[in-house]
């Protein structure tokens, strides 16, 4: 409970260091600092571990894979996301962000073969729901969209985000291992493209605060609260228990949003997160009672 706990207080506060980084920085130069500085942290992880060996032991498949992976997250995942961040209030991209859960499952049906229940249909009428009443900032009647830009671009990341996770059921990698060659993999593409932008040359004549803010990105958000989550898993022995913490991120980041960032909580992103927790509460509820009844 203590590692699930560390985690999400972890993913807690980087919305906030999302939104005070881009204040500085462009979203392509916190990928690249973040990466950086993540990449540095998980070789780190697994020389101290004994097992950095392994990133030196695997097929050519596998390591297609990571390039695959790699240009999946960090490389897109991340420059969407940040650019969500950059055009939306932290409050509205970070919530947003927490439908991707529901965009798996409709994914699932076409490249898994699964089918949807009524469960499934009702979990993610009420997540959209939830997402257009944040999107109109409540004239959901109006459908007079605040800034469909970047609404766009947090949908865009929670599509990435699941094909990643839905590739990532057949990957055969150890998860620490898997993530380091997938930075290991992205961060050569991610340099030649802020390079060929002029981000790069820019990016040195940074403030300290945009070297703090992709510090705090690598460490807390790409790396540290993954491998904090990878434990409490591990050690848990009811994993349902440790995965329901999450539900506690987005409230608790709204706090953070609200004392550190000066935003005011607007009312309909608070009824938006309520129908995008209660649909993947319904979804999760469903899950459950799959696998418990016998078929």
């Known amino acids: 409970m203590l590692y699930g706990l560390a985690a999400v207080l972890c993913w807690s506060t980087v919305a906030t260091a999302f939104k005070l980084s881009l204040n500085y920085i462009t979203p392509l130069q916190l990928i690249l600092l973040a990466s950086v500085v993540s990449w540095l942290f998980l070789m780190t992880t697994l020389l101290v571990q004994g097992r950095a060996r392994a990133l030196l032991g695997l097929s050519k498949k596998e390591y297609a894979w990571s390039l695959i992976f790699g240009l999946m997250n960090p490389a897109i995942y991340y420059l969407l996301l940040f650019s969500a961040y950059h055009a939306l209030p932290a409050q509205e991209a970070q919530v947003l962000n927490y439908s991707w859960a529901i965009v798996m499952t409709l994914l699932s049906v076409p490249l898994l073969g699964q089918r949807l229940s009524r469960f499934d249909l009702a979990a993610a009428a009420l997540c959209y729901f939830g997402v257009l009443m944040i999107a109109t900032r409540g004239d959901v009647l109006g459908l007079n969209f605040a800034n469909i830009k970047g609404v766009l671009f947090a949908l865009a990341s929670t599509v990435v985000w699941s094909l990643y ?131």
């Open 165 to 295: 996770w839905i590739l990532n059921q057949k990957d055969q990698r150890q998860p620490v291992v898997g993530l380091c060659l997938n930075f290991s993999f992205a961060l050569p593409i991610i340099i030649t493209v802020a390079y060929m932008t002029g981000d790069l040359g820019l990016l040195f004549n940074s403030p300290w605060q945009a070297l703090a803010g992709g510090f705090y990105v690598g460490i807390f958000e790409m790396g540290l609260a993954f491998i904090l989550w990878l434990k409490a898993m591990k050690l848990a022995e009811n994993t349902a228990k440790i995965a329901n913490l999450i539900f506690i991120s987005p409230f608790l980041s709204l706090i953070f949003i609200s004392v550190l960032l000066d935003e005011v909580i607007l009312p309909s992103t608070l009824f938006g997160l309520c129908f995008i927790i209660a649909g993947l509460v319904l979804q999760q509820l469903f899950a459950k009672s799959k696998e418990t009844v016998p078929r």
